[in-house]
């Protein structure tokens, strides 16, 4: 048995019960995941000020840092993550301002991205965000699962990406030097 604890989903969509709701479901099917919906949190935007301490994020960060791998799940919207997930990756400045002993523990923690969108492939605008970010929080990037989704989320035909992330989930992380 793996002693790693499970990977953990940031789930940041409009419909927590939507197609990439749907594609953690099958994922989840396959490897044991916990999964946050940002949906049922109270996350205020980023603020200079940080007037927004008290809020669900930082309670949010704690728990995903008893992780070893971290899936964000979003669908694609006009070319880039959803505005919930957006509003969760500016709140990671705070780990850089104010709680900057959280902010180091996400180092070497391994990211991957989960994605659903109606075109059959996901823009590089996409992908390039996640990528700067990971690279900026020293977070080795393990990959991203795409389902085109035009006629919303089939299980059928999605098994293909779904296969081939969980092989990719379950390998072993690059370790950086």
């Known amino acids: 048995m793996n002693s790693t604890p499970k990977p953990f989903v940031v789930l940041g969509a ?37 007037r927004n301490r ?17 899936i964000f799940a979003s669908p694609v919207y006009w070319y880039s993550m959803s505005a919930v997930m ?19 523990r996400l180092r070497g923690k391994r990211a ?11 823009p590089r605008s996409y992908e390039e965000t996640f990528l700067q970010t990971f690279d900026y929080l020293s977070m080795p990037f393990g990959g991203i699962g795409y389902v085109y989704c035009e006629n919303g989320f089939a299980a059928a035909r999605s098994q293909e990406a779904v296969d081939t992330f969980v092989r990719r989930l379950q390998e072993a992380p690059e370790t950086s030097i």
Do not use: C, M
């Open 14 to 50: 409009s419909r927590g019960d939507g197609n990439t709701a749907a594609l953690v479901q099958a994922v989840a099917a396959q490897v044991p995941l916990e999964v946050v919906d940002l949906n049922t949190l109270e996350i205020g935007y980023f603020d200079y000020h940080h």
């Open 54 to 70: 008290d809020d669900d994020f930082l309670p949010l960060i704690r728990r995903l840092l008893e992780h070893d791998t971290v």
């Open 86 to 104: 957006k509003t969760f990756v500016d709140r990671l400045s705070d780990l850089l301002k104010i709680e900057k002993d959280l902010g180091r």
């Open 112 to 122: 991957l991205v989960l994605a659903t969108g109606a075109s059959p492939n996901y």
